[in-house]
């Protein structure tokens, strides 16, 4: 008995196309969620947080002689220099290290710190708070009133107190050289190497 011919299994290709489409699904993942998301600040955020081109950084800074008003504090950079005469500084003043400053006819309405600097000189003026000269070079403070307390620390070159009056302490220690002068009216105490100014 002669068989007859089989047709062509004309399903196989297509069943394997389906199986080949199902395994190449995926599933899309599900979207980030905006509430709490700790990514970063937005560009608004980050704005807000970045201070204004002109607003106010700090102390104000003195490379030069000024006059008039200073409203906060004041600054002299390492190695600059810095002439008040006539002047009025609400805060404080600070010297840099190898920076000098000359005071004259003016008031400090805070402190004089200087550490590092390479000369200060105070006259004719007011401090109403402390005048803190440490480990740096010379002084000269003449006339002056300091409200608060001198000191002066670790310092290399010559320094001379003369007729000033200071209404806290004159403490002078572990200076290269003992400060000179006389005629200071001290209304606290003189001690260390000031204790004969």
Do not use: Y
């Not at 401090?127 to 409200?147: F, P």
């Amino acid at each position: 008995m002669r068989r007859g011919r089989q047709a062509p299994l004309r399903w196989v290709p297509l069943l394997a196309a389906a199986v080949v489409a199902a395994g190449c699904q995926t599933t899309a993942a599900p979207a980030s969620p905006t509430t709490g998301s700790t990514v970063g600040p937005s560009v608004a955020e980050a704005s807000a947080a970045t201070p204004a081109a002109g607003q106010p950084q700090g102390a104000t800074v003195c490379r030069e002689t000024r006059s008039g008003t200073v409203s906060g504090d004041l600054t002299v950079p390492d190695g600059e220099s810095c002439s008040l005469a006539n002047a009025t500084v609400a805060g404080t003043v600070t010297v840099g290290k190898g920076a000098g400053l000359v005071v004259s006819l003016s008031t400090i309405g805070g402190h004089v710190v200087a550490d590092g600097h390479a000369s200060v000189t105070i006259t004719q003026s007011t401090v109403d708070g402390n005048l803190e000269l440490r480990r740096g070079g010379s002084a000269v403070v003449g006339g002056a009133t300091i409200d608060g307390n001198l000191v002066t620390e670790a310092n290399s070159g010559n320094q001379t107190f003369t007729g000033n009056t200071v209404d806290g302490n004159l403490t002078c220690s572990g200076n290269r050289l003992p400060p000179q002068g006389g005629a200071n009216t001290v209304r606290g105490v003189k001690e260390g190497q000031c204790a004969i100014l």
